[in-house]
């Protein structure tokens, strides 16, 4: 059985998911992938798991790295949670690149390579967010793409986290053509 709660943040509200083996998901209301991995049945309650993500995220969001683990239990694909694992070694405010985490996948599996683009779906279809640091990883030219929460929100997360942000820059937004 999955449990929800609701939670404020300071940059949005966000819904909480668990089981008893732990958070299943952290979706920032509105962003891509809201509640993917939700089961149909589920009750809102709070229980133990939301307390201590909660305590997590205000540590977080005051600025500072949490001494601590939210337990975790992942639902997607085999690939996809071998990605996520990769996520959660990113150093707090530190970056990492698609093709950086490719070449760590294709190294455990003992393949030559690995598709960037198959590791950046994983990664978009994390399902939960801040605590699994996908807003950590960037394009090969430093782009800040691809966060499901919205690049604003990508920014904010590693400001918090006071990551070099010199090399790092937000896509142009793409104008629709007026004919």
């Known amino acids: 059985m ?3 709660s609701h939670y404020r943040l300071p940059i949005g509200n966000i819904l909480l998911a668990a089981d008893e083996v732990g958070l299943t998901g952290l979706w920032f209301e509105g962003q891509k992938y809201f509640a ?3 089961d149909k049945e589920h009750e809102e309650k709070e229980i133990p798991i939301f307390e201590k993500a909660k305590e997590w995220l205000d540590i977080y969001f005051a600025g500072k790295e949490p001494d601590f683990t939210v337990p975790l239990h992942f639902t997607g694909t085999d690939f996809q949670n071998e990605v996520w694992e990769i996520l959660c070694a990113i150093p707090y405010g530190r970056t990492m690149t698609y093709g950086e985490i490719a070449k760590q996948v294709a190294a455990k ?4 390579r690995m598709s960037a683009q198959a590791v950046g779906g994983a990664v978009g279809r994390n399902g939960i967010s801040v605590i699994v640091p996908c807003h950590r990883v960037v394009g090969a ?3 800040l793409t691809g966060y499901a929460g919205g690049i604003d929100k990508k920014i904010k997360l590693l400001q918090l986290e006071k990551a070099d ?3 790092l820059f937000a896509p ?3 104008r629709a053509a007026h004919n």
């Open 141 to 143: 030219n430093g782009s």
């Open 2 to 4: 999955q449990y929800t």
């Open 172 to 174: 142009e937004k793409r």
């Open 109 to 112: 599996k003992g393949l030559p």
């Open 36 to 38: 993917l991995y939700l």
């Open 165 to 167: 942000m010199r090399l």
